[in-house]
């Protein structure tokens, strides 16, 4: 079997069909709840007020699980991190559901039940071994080698095999004898652009033909519920905002003078051109096209506090509420940039398809973007993002960039 590699990794759910574990979670999730109330509780857990403790923690659990699970199909973060998350999420909606209707609860219950149920989704995270892949050479699949990073040992034989990732458009022609072995085997077989995806979080620019489709896709109504969410949470977050704002702002005031604000050019959905205001960073005015490390010794040591948290975005909420940027999606690029961008990147455009955000998917990846080469890097998370759009996808990339702001994360 010369040219097949054996490839050994964990994929995201959504790649491996017969191993989906939804219907496994309703088992599961309801188990952490149910023995802890025993344990604590005895014969007193099914009294009717112990009993509706129990049934609501064990919906909170299950929540946690289904939404751990469908944000555990995307790469890039710890499983731990995701779990603790989102059993911290539900648990407090559900102390605030306890506490609005005056019901009874137990700290220590739910204390214990949420350790316990942490512990048993990550088992649950966890509790699959890496697929043991044949991947057949050619197109995508080379793209998938050098992501990997590492040279992988040749197969003798597909005995112990899980799976076939091939690039089915660009196969290797003495591949396709391995590929009808694996068909009458009865062997899933994997497209190598969606295994390059869900390991790397990107997308193959090199499949141009599939990827202008994005521009026509129908999302559904999921934009118009994401719309409304990001606003409703801006509208919620906007008394802490404008204190900090104002706090900033005497801090701009003192350190630079005026004016306390800058604004720039940058191009949203559809291409349209809007201004986006940040606080000033920088002494002097910034150079129109200039990319983020060109300018740095121009910087003040207030400047360099304020990027490292992104405190000098905190105007671009009013460009959310305006309707110009989401709080997540593509980074809108300087108009100058972006045209240059678009002349020499034949799929660039597609950027334009969604709104840009606050913080997006090659944001909390990649970071800046300088030159072509990493513009292209940052375009394939981009495209990414557009092509598995959703409120998942929406929620974990907000889950990474609180990470990403506390540890100063290519900030410039």
Same mark, same amino acid.
């Given at each position: ?5 054996? +490839?050994? #990794? ?13 219907? *496994? !979670? ?12 025993? #344990? ?12 509706? *403790? ?7 659990? +299950?929540?946690?699980?289904?939404? /751990? ?18 059993? *911290? ?32 989704? %990550? @088992? ?10 044949? @991947? +057949? ?28 990732? =091939?690039?089915?458009?660009? @196969? ?11 068909? $009458?085997?009865?062997?899933?077989? *994997? ?8 390991? /790397? ?7 141009? &033909?599939?990827? $202008? ?14 719309? !409304?969410? &990001? ?9 802490? !905002? %404008? ?51 060109? &300018? ?20 671009? +909420? ?23 961008? =678009? ?15 606050? /913080? ?14 990493? /513009? ?12 598995? @759009? ?23």
């Amino acid at each position: 079997m010369t040219g097949v590699s054996a +490839l050994e #990794l964990r994929i995201p759910h959504r790649l491996a069909q017969t191993r989906s574990r939804s219907g *496994l !979670a309703w088992v599961l999730a309801p188990l952490p709840s149910l023995v802890s109330g025993l #344990l604590l509780f005895g014969a007193a857990a099914w009294e009717r007020e112990v009993w509706l *403790l129990v049934g609501l923690t064990a919906l909170a659990h +299950l929540l946690a699980f289904l939404a /751990t699970e469908r944000m555990a199909r995307y790469p890039g973060q710890e499983s731990w991190s995701l779990a603790g998350f989102n059993l *911290l999420l539900f648990t407090l909606f559900l102390v605030a559901v306890l506490a609005m209707g005056r019901l009874y609860y137990s700290r220590s219950y739910l204390l214990a039940a949420t350790l316990l149920a942490f512990l048993l989704l %990550l @088992l649950y995270l966890r509790g699959l071994p890496p697929m043991r892949l044949a @991947l +057949l050479p050619g197109g995508v699949a080379d793209g998938l080698l050098r992501a990997l990073g590492r040279e992988l040992p040749p197969l003798r034989g597909l005995e112990g095999v899980e799976g076939v990732v =091939a690039d089915l458009h660009r @196969l290797d022609p003495k591949a396709l004898p391995l590929l009808a072995e694996a068909a $009458f085997r009865g062997l899933p077989i *994997l497209h190598a652009a969606n295994v390059y995806e869900g390991y /790397t979080g990107r997308v193959p620019l090199e499949l141009a &033909e599939g990827l $202008f489709a994005l521009a026509e896709r129908d999302r559904g109504l999921y934009p118009l519920f994401k719309r !409304a969410w &990001e606003v409703g949470l801006v509208l919620l977050l906007s008394p802490l !905002a %404008l204190l900090v704002g104002f706090l900033v702002a005497l801090a701009v005031y003192l350190d630079l003078g005026r004016p306390i604000l800058f604004a720039q050019e940058r191009v949203g959905l559809g291409g349209r051109v809007f201004r986006v205001y940040k606080f000033r960073t920088m002494r002097g005015e910034p150079r129109e096209g200039a990319y983020a490390g060109e &300018e740095q010794d121009r910087i003040t040591p207030l400047g360099r506090f304020l990027r490292r948290y992104r405190l000098d975005e905190l105007p671009q +909420l009013w460009n959310v509420l305006k309707g110009e940027m989401s709080l997540v999606g593509p980074r809108p690029e300087q108009r100058v940039l972006a045209e240059a961008y =678009a002349r020499e990147i034949p799929l660039y455009p597609l950027r334009h398809t969604v709104r840009p955000g606050l /913080t997006g998917w090659a944001q909390v990846h990649q970071g800046y973007a300088e030159g072509k080469e990493e /513009t292209l890097v940052k375009l394939s998370y981009d495209l990414y993002y557009i092509k598995h @759009l959703s409120f998942f996808l929406d929620l974990r990339i907000l889950l990474r960039t609180v990470f990403v702001v506390l540890s100063g994360f290519r900030a410039r």
